[in-house]
Each structure stands twice: as structure tokens, then as C-alpha cells.
């Protein structure tokens, strides 16, 4: 299967020159790196098809991670967010991971793993989860933009050496595409990669193990609930009401509450 590319500023048409500068100066960052996907390869890594066993979901034993995922969709779809439905939307996330069979935490413990939490909701709740070890984590900006039907990956200079052993920590997996392009440029082949994440569309999870097989790594993705679709925008929507965010902005919802939580115990 053909899988994205590395693709350099200067190759990018001029329109697409133009979406990269604008997302650099929304985001205050310089993305060193651009990864492409263009319309076909999202086609193929996004087709219909049956998700493998090494992708691992919570409810389908435990129901509680579905009224949770039903908080989190109610407060993303309010006209205004309270403080107190931020609270809530962020402690249901965070109940989620804790009834993942298997913890971020432990994946991160494991001698010789690196941790990548992409700005700015991986990193708040790899922080909070307490899996951000000295040394050892990364947080690296990394931005998909739309580019002749298919998309950009734009990713800052916040990435380790190559590494065998990647724990993966972020909200929401839709189209995939922003962790398939850390994978790209992170891992090494042969690599085992645990991706932690509270919800998954179908699609999105397809295609991170299809992206994983092609690129030779061994993924496991734990996730607490897939359900919806991708909308035109590449966003996770409920099939029955497509004007209806499953999870909305995480990082705009969580981070003017993320302050008010305890950190878990954290990795030394």
C-alpha cells in the first residue's frame, strides 16, 4: 500500500505554500517537517474493512466508557461551554483511560520507551495521566491541513531520534493522519508502538494499522470507544446527525480547566 510521503516547502505549490504559512503563524511554530497525504492514499487507508485484534476497545466490555463518551459528545455540541462543562467534559476523558485494560502509564514505564503527546491536547493529558518522563517525552506541534483534496501534516522540531519503542498519547484518532505522520518520522522499522486515545472513528482506526503494517511496525492502539464517521473536513460526526461533533476541540475545551485536575502519579 502507498502510504504518505515526505514531501520539502519547496516541491508545494503555491496555494499550499500559503495554507502552511498561515497555520505556522495561527500556531506561533515552524513545522521543519511536511508529510502528504494526498487523495488516493486517504481513500485506500480509510476503505471499509474489518479492524484487526491489535486494535483493543474498552466497550466493548464495559459500557461505562460508552456514558462517558455520551458526556463528552453533549458538552461538545453546547452553544456555549461553562466552566463546569469543561470539568466534566475533561474528567470523563480521563475516566476513559482509566478503564483502558491496559495504562498509558505502564506502556510508558517500559525501559527504553519514548512518549509523544502532540500539542496541545496529547500533551495536557499525557501530563495529567502522568505519563511525561524526564528525558524521555516529547510534545511536538503537529498540524494537518488541507492540500489539493487530500492533507498536509505539518510537524515542529519537537521529535526524538528514531525510536523502538513509541507510546503514543492523544485525545481522538479521526482520519489518523497527524499520528500516522509521527509514526512516519519517529519509528524506526520494526519498532512496537502503543497509541493511547479516548475515541476512534472506524476509518481512523484502519488506517493507523494499515499505515503501521505498510511502514513495518507493531501497533497496538487502545482506545475507549469507536464509533462515527469522517465528515468532508476529516472531523468524527455522528452518522445520524452529521452537524454533530463526537468530541469537538478537545485541547480548546480541556485547557482553561486542565489546571484544576491532579496529576496522576508521575513517571520519574
Same mark, same amino acid.
Given at each position: 500500500?502507498? /502510504?504518505?510521503?515526505?514531501?520539502?516547502?519547496? !516541491?508545494?505549490?503555491?496555494?499550499?505554500?500559503?495554507?502552511? !504559512?498561515?497555520?505556522?503563524?495561527?500556531?506561533?511554530?515552524?513545522?521543519?517537517?511536511? +508529510?502528504?497525504?494526498?487523495?488516493?492514499?486517504?481513500?485506500?487507508?480509510? &476503505?471499509?474493512?474489518?479492524?484487526?485484534?491489535?486494535? %483493543?476497545?474498552?466497550?466493548?466490555? %464495559?459500557?461505562? +466508557?460508552?456514558? %462517558?463518551?455520551?458526556?463528552?459528545?453533549?458538552?461538545?455540541?453546547? #452553544?456555549?461551554?461553562?466552566?463546569? @462543562?469543561?470539568?466534566?467534559?475533561?474528567?470523563?476523558?480521563?475516566?476513559?483511560?482509566?478503564?483502558?485494560?491496559?495504562?498509558?502509564?505502564?506502556?510508558?514505564?517500559? #525501559?527504553?520507551?519514548?512518549?509523544?503527546?502532540?500539542?496541545?491536547?496529547?500533551?495536557?493529558?499525557?501530563?495529567?495521566?502522568?505519563?511525561?518522563?524526564?528525558?524521555?517525552?516529547?510534545?511536538?506541534?503537529?498540524?494537518?491541513?488541507?492540500?489539493?483534496?487530500?492533507?498536509?501534516?505539518?510537524?515542529?522540531?519537537?521529535?526524538?531520534?528514531? &525510536?523502538?519503542?513509541? +507510546?503514543?498519547? @492523544?485525545?481522538?484518532? =479521526?482520519?489518523?493522519?497527524?499520528?500516522? &505522520?509521527?509514526? %512516519?518520522?519517529?519509528?524506526?522499522?520494526?519498532?512496537?508502538?502503543? +497509541?493511547?486515545?479516548?475515541?476512534?472513528?472506524? !476509518?481512523?482506526?484502519?488506517?493507523? =494499522?494499515?499505515? &503501521?503494517?505498510?511502514?513495518?511496525?507493531?501497533?497496538?492502539?487502545?482506545?475507549?470507544?469507536?464509533?462515527?464517521?469522517?465528515?468532508?473536513?476529516?472531523?468524527?460526526?455522528?452518522?445520524?446527525?452529521?452537524?454533530?461533533?463526537?468530541?469537538?476541540?478537545?485541547?480548546?475545551?480541556?485547557?482553561?480547566?486542565?489546571?484544576?485536575?491532579? /496529576?496522576?502519579?508521575?513517571?520519574?
Amino acid at each position: 500500500m502507498n /502510504t504518505a510521503r515526505l514531501v520539502e516547502r519547496a !516541491e508545494l505549490l503555491p496555494d499550499a505554500v500559503r495554507t502552511v !504559512e498561515r497555520y505556522e503563524e495561527q500556531y506561533g511554530s515552524r513545522f521543519h517537517q511536511l +508529510v502528504h497525504f494526498d487523495r488516493q492514499v486517504l481513500k485506500d487507508l480509510h &476503505a471499509p474493512g474489518a479492524l484487526p485484534d491489535t486494535v %483493543r476497545i474498552a466497550s466493548d466490555t %464495559r459500557l461505562d +466508557v460508552v456514558e %462517558r463518551m455520551a458526556t463528552v459528545t453533549s458538552v461538545a455540541n453546547l #452553544p456555549e461551554q461553562r466552566h463546569a @462543562d469543561r470539568d466534566r467534559y475533561l474528567r470523563a476523558l480521563l475516566d476513559i483511560y482509566a478503564m483502558l485494560p491496559v495504562q498509558a502509564a505502564d506502556a510508558a514505564s517500559v #525501559p527504553g520507551a519514548t512518549v509523544l503527546a502532540p500539542e496541545r491536547e496529547g500533551r495536557i493529558l499525557a501530563e495529567l495521566l502522568g505519563v511525561m518522563p524526564d528525558g524521555r517525552c516529547w510534545a511536538p506541534q503537529a498540524k494537518r491541513m488541507p492540500v489539493d483534496g487530500g492533507l498536509l501534516v505539518g510537524v515542529d522540531e519537537q521529535l526524538p531520534a528514531a &525510536a523502538d519503542r513509541l +507510546v503514543i498519547v @492523544d485525545g481522538v484518532v =479521526a482520519s489518523g493522519v497527524t499520528l500516522m &505522520a509521527m509514526m %512516519r518520522l519517529a519509528a524506526v522499522p520494526g519498532a512496537v508502538v502503543d +497509541v493511547f486515545t479516548c475515541h476512534a472513528t472506524e !476509518e481512523g482506526a484502519l488506517a493507523l =494499522a494499515r499505515c &503501521a503494517q505498510a511502514l513495518g511496525l507493531s501497533l497496538t492502539l487502545h482506545v475507549g470507544h469507536v464509533s462515527g464517521m469522517l465528515n468532508d473536513k476529516y472531523y468524527s460526526v455522528d452518522p445520524g446527525a452529521p452537524a454533530t461533533l463526537l468530541l469537538g476541540d478537545i485541547g480548546d475545551t480541556i485547557s482553561p480547566v486542565a489546571q484544576d485536575i491532579p /496529576t496522576q502519579g508521575a513517571l520519574a
